[in-house]
């Protein structure tokens, strides 16, 4: 089974050919050159660069996976959710392909492909939690087999990612700031400063990070930038400690056999270490490779696949968009 999955919900055009659980190809145009001047991504340039790029990277994913357009038997494409405008592009650009090709569509939840990047060629033991730790999303879910998730946490306000980048503006580091505030942290004391461990209630598995994100801009109004390593470290303490608890108490409400992870933040070393020491002995761990931890063709590929393997019925050829920002 030849199956193509199309990813253009943020700032990364992606895609990805597999054959059954196997990358042939995982093509991505990232926009970081577009956008790190503006300190953020601009919705209405994301779109335009998708448009200029996707035919390019179709191409290439071809090329590269050393198939013929007619031999695709399954297309799959991000529908929701993210910036209208770039989720659009990949929508018509899918649709068109499916109807020419006169092949099945289905339409993929980014948050749901972010976890199902960890079903490539790997055996997963179910029950199993999804942690998408993004950008754009904080977001758990329970899974009782590859293709049913029931989303049992979420951020409130900002996304983890959104805290890292927002930290990383207020120091002074280019964005996005998250792979910046993890390497000034390597040489930060990360007990020099108590920054705040959002848990809302008791038992609550949401999440507030604008919190701590606030508190960084205190603490910076009062002492300036002296210490921006000591700042990352801190920081990233107080954000390493907040998921670990919230995982901790997932696990014991839902005792389940795997977790795994996905989402841009999720290659960051700190992290992924602190879950491994205080989470790893209790339950398996799953970390994509870091290459896929980001927007990429790939993932939607794969839940496609699934969704195809439980006999889910394809969508008929015309999607709906449902963006969330
Ligand atoms: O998953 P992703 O590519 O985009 C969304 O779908 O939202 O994630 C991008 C996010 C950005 O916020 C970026 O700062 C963050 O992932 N990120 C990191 C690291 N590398 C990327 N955050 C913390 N540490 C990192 N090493
Ligand atoms: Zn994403």
Not at 218 to 245: H, V
Not at 261 to 279: A, D, H, S, T
Not at 281 to 295: A, N, Q, S
Request: one cysteine or more.
């Amino acid at each position: 089974m030849i199956v193509l999955g199309i990813e253009t919900s943020c700032d990364e055009t992606g895609i990805g050919i597999l054959k059954n659980e196997k990358i042939l190809s995982n093509i991505v145009a990232t926009q970081e050159d577009i956008h790190s001047v503006y300190g953020g991504v601009v919705p209405e340039l994301a779109s335009r660069a998708h448009l200029a790029r996707i035919d390019n990277v179709f191409k290439i994913a071809l090329e590269r996976a050393k198939i013929k357009i007619d031999e695709i038997d399954f297309i799959g494409v991000t529908n929701s959710p993210g910036l209208k405008g770039s989720l659009l592009v990949g929508v018509s650009f899918a649709c068109g392909l499916a109807y020419s090709l006169k092949k099945p569509i289905y339409k993929i939840d980014h948050l749901k492909a972010h976890i199902a990047v960890n079903f490539l060629n790997q055996e997963i033991e179910f029950p199993a939690l999804g942690f998408v730790i993004s950008g754009g999303h904080t977001s758990f879910y329970y899974l009782k087999n590859h293709i049913d998730f029931t989303l049992i946490g979420k951020t409130l306000d900002d996304a983890c990612g959104e805290a890292f980048d927002k930290v990383g503006r207020m120091l002074g580091l280019p964005f996005p700031g998250g792979p910046h505030v993890e390497w000034m942290a390597e040489n930060g004391d990360e007990n020099r400063i108590k920054f705040p461990v959002p848990l809302l209630s008791n038992n609550s598995l949401d999440f507030s990070f604008s919190g701590i994100k606030t508190s960084v801009m205190y603490y910076i109004k009062e002492n300036g930038l002296k210490n921006i390593p000591d700042i990352c470290a801190s920081f990233q303490k107080a954000i390493a400690e907040t998921l670990c608890i919230k995982i901790e108490r997932a696990i014991t409400r839902y005792p389940v056999k795997s977790l795994l992870f996905g989402g841009g933040v999720i290659q960051n070393n700190y992290l992924r270490k602190k879950i491994e020491e205080r989470i790893g002995k209790k339950v398996k761990i799953f970390f994509p490779e870091k290459k896929l931890c980001i927007d990429n063709g790939a993932m939607v590929s794969i839940l496609t696949y699934f969704l195809v393997k439980y006999g889910v019925e394809p969508s008929e050829n015309k999607i709906e968009v449902l963006p969330t920002k």
